[in-house]
């Protein structure tokens, strides 16, 4: 028996009046933020799978429609529909998208993979050697590079002239790869001031 899948060109459709646009939602504001796009009228897509849990303390199994890719949505329309979705005080910042139409191709790639219930994994591009940046929560805004890589860091933020650091835990999923700053020229020859490494 085939799997009913619905037509990712009508889910996700080519030729919208606007720009596609990528919004990075404060933490677990993605399933709001996209409700909240739809009331206005703007077109919004937010990629969910199946996520199914087991409590450790009754051992029962739960199940949840989470995100795919956790803390974005995508949508499209113009430079005053992106100010319209900055004042759901859902969305921390808005990514411009370069290329429209790979887009388009990517987002119904992902489409298919969800909607025939097909076993994936999300991948992070961030390798070991990146320079990276958590992007929400308590700790939003700490860089440094990553020397090991697994679902969970260990973050050392190191004060050099006391040969010292203090160390914190931080979930992988909310780092993102991002340029070293312009303060940091060797990176290469100097140590950084925060380095990432896995539990």
Known sequence: MSIPTIDPSLVIPENLAGQWWVA?????????LADDLGRMGIFAYLPLCERV??????????KA???VFTSYVFFNGSEE?????????HVATTLAVPNQRELVAELRHIHRVVAVGAGFEQAQTVKVGDWVRVTVGPLEGVEGVVTHWKAKLRMELNVHILGQSVSVEVDAALVEKSAPPTYYPALAQSPPSLVVRSL
């Open 53 to 62: 849990t087991r409590s450790p303390r009754t051992r029962r199994l739960s």
């Open 81 to 89: 529909d992106r100010y319209k979705a900055m004042t759901t005080n």
């Open 65 to 67: 429609m989470v995100p």
């Open 24 to 32: 990075h939602t404060r933490a677990r504001h993605e399933k709001a």
